[in-house]
């Protein structure tokens, strides 16, 4: 978000939203270069660029301390798209009125377009489907626009001043959920005078990045084993030699079934030897004894990692004193899920930006290659480094591994006022974390229990967002798969342990297993398996499966499995000993997170 601006690039203005960074990677598909900046950005640093894009945020414009940009870009003769907050800055700012809207948008929402959409909604006929996420709207548009589109809540959901090529659009294009989204990003792209950019260029800049950061020194790399620290251990190899680089994967006792011999093998094939695998998973399990809360889990597992790589690099004579640097597989997401750009809200702490790497990297002792590009340009960068095609697409898996996916609790949490067990619903007794209006939820899940308990209706997955947008109680809705009618649960106070994690990973071997004879392992983009600490016996735990189909992790959609598939997986994992229930997330991204944690 600094350094001198790219000629002729799209700025993106970041005023803090969870999808800042996914618009610019939106827009780069269209082969134009994109600049991310914190919208304070001096006017004199953006001017050469070939257009503005305004994005969303969590704050309201009339809020004290709310983000601002400089009102003179309108003057730049360039064109500016706002989007959300970016709606509701140019609004204000070009002499409009912004209030707090009758009702808070989240989610699918309907809109209807007026005289024919203009130049930026030309491709959505007479209306479409789009993604809302917000509180506030445009109630008086500024001298000059015009209402381009509307909605039954929200009157100016879309508008425009054609003749200085300003747009502005209350729902968000850049998610997957907006239907003509990328026509609309497209439409504003093309009356830009913008660079040309190509992934081809990746290894090259990626590379000449890495020589000038590292110099003369070594990286000690840490290697999970998912794609994104596969690919960036891969491409410090190429880059620097296997004299120069050393890798570390850390058996936590959190990973797959059979994952460390997995990984073994693919490195292997690739002629990569400098890797070493250390089994700390005693050492895991030991600090993690006890711990509940979520977050202070991640801290633990982070620290525990900075821990064993620092007693091996030490036993291996890898000093930071001696000329090493600490290399990890961090992209995109993982560091504006945290919070990193100026006025994002906080979702959750990755394990790669706890606080000993965050004074690392104030240091200069971390290399992350990767971290200005999301999953799907990982992956074509893998590719591009000549690893295989299933290697570089395999699911993503958290850097925590299974402890974000092993739920944990001490007592029993339930919301206000829905303490009953219903015949068709019942409320979860644990929370789990989501995403709303930009900003962070922790609340509970409600479940949805029906005659036919593996068939997936429209009805349910309307439910799945309805609910969340009605009321402030759930962020998740999911369909009982082994049960037809509720029953209460009993909650069983648990931490994570060898023996929760042995379960979990039973149960998360049976989903991979039916998804692959399902023929389904290309289409579903990631498959997280989660273990609840309740069931319907004293000790019985359930599981929630959570398969989705998304492009970068910013957004994404519950996939409804097939029937026959979900009953195969039901059974099988009902079959496991110490499993009660079994459940289906149904929930998109917003307003629930891929992960529980």
Not at 128 to 139: F, L
Request: net charge negative.
């Amino acid at each position: 978000m600094h350094g001198s601006l790219h000629p002729k690039s799209i700025v993106i203005l970041d005023y803090g939203g969870q999808y800042a960074h996914l618009i610019a990677s939106r827009v780069r598909r269209f082969g134009v270069f994109t600049d991310i900046r914190e919208p304070e950005t001096p006017i004199e640093d953006l001017r050469g660029a070939a257009g503005i894009i305004l994005s969303g945020g969590p704050q309201s414009v009339y809020d004290k301390g709310s983000p601002q940009a400089d009102p003179k870009i309108f003057e730049l003769g360039i064109p500016v798209l706002g989007i959300c907050y970016g709606l509701h800055w140019m609004t204000q700012t070009l002499g409009g009125e912004v209030s707090q809207g009758k009702v808070k948008e989240y989610g699918r929402t309907a809109i209807r377009t007026v005289e024919g959409g203009g130049t930026l909604l030309q491709d959505c006929g007479a209306g479409c489907t789009v993604w809302m996420s917000h509180g506030d709207e445009a109630v008086r548009l500024p001298e000059g626009f015009t209402q381009i589109a509307t909605s039954d809540a929200c009157e100016n959901a879309a508008f425009a001043d054609e003749k200085r090529n300003f747009f502005a659009i209350q729902f968000h294009p850049e998610v997957t959920h907006s239907e003509h989204g990328q026509d609309i990003l497209r439409r504003f792209t093309e009356r830009c005078d913008a660079a040309p950019w190509s992934v081809e260029s990746y290894a090259k800049e990626i590379s000449e990045q890495i020589l000038t950061e590292v110099g003369d020194r070594k990286v000690f790399m840490l290697v999970s084993g998912g794609v994104d620290s596969s690919v960036a251990f891969t491409l410090l190899n190429q880059v620097l030699g296997t004299e120069r680089v050393q890798g570390l994967l850390v058996d936590t006792g959190l990973m797959r079934k059979d994952e460390v011999l997995l990984i073994e093998k693919a490195f292997a094939k690739l002629g990569i030897t400098n890797l070493r695998i250390e089994n700390a998973s005693e050492e895991f399990f030991a600090n993690l004894r006890e711990v509940y809360d979520p977050e202070e889990k991640r801290r633990i597992i982070g620290d525990t990692f900075l821990s064993v790589q620092k007693r091996v690099s030490e036993e291996m004579g890898l000093s930071m004193q001696d000329g090493w640097m600490l290399g990890q597989g961090t992209i995109y997401p993982d560091t504006i899920e945290t919070g990193a750009t100026k006025h994002a809200d906080k979702i959750k702490t990755h394990h790669n930006r706890v606080e000993a790497v965050q004074k690392m990297i104030e240091a200069g002792l971390v290399l992350e290659p990767l971290k200005d590009l999301y999953k799907d340009e990982v992956r074509a960068l893998g590719e591009e480094l000549g690893l295989p095609h299933e290697f570089v697409w395999r699911h993503p898996f958290p850097g925590p591994g299974l402890g974000v996916r092993i739920l944990c609790g001490k007592e029993a949490s339930l919301p206000e006022g829905d303490y009953e067990i219903h015949v068709d619903h019942a409320a979860f007794p644990i929370r789990s974390v989501g995403v709303q209006g930009d900003g962070r939820s922790y609340r509970h899940a409600v479940a949805l229990f029906r005659t036919q308990p593996t068939k997936v209706t429209e009805d349910m997955l309307e439910l799945a967002t309805k609910i969340p947008n009605a009321t402030q109680l759930y962020n998740r809705v999911l369909l009982c798969t082994s049960h037809a009618a509720a029953m209460p649960f009993v909650f069983n106070a648990g931490y994570i342990t060898k023996e929760r994690a042995d379960l979990l990973r039973e149960a998360d071997a049976i989903a991979d297993d039916e998804m692959k004879k399902a023929g389904l392992y290309e289409t579903i983009w990631q498959f997280p398996v989660v273990l609840l600490p309740f069931g319907t016996t004293q000790g019985g735990e359930s599981v929630v499966l959570r398969p989705i189909e998304s492009i970068d992790a910013m957004s994404a959609n519950a996939v409804a499995l097939p029937s026959e598939v979900l009953q195969k997986m039901t059974e099988r994992i009902m079959n496991l000993d110490g499993i009660d229930l079994v459940f289906l997330d149904l929930t998109n991204k917003p307003p629930g997170t891929i992960e529980w944690e």
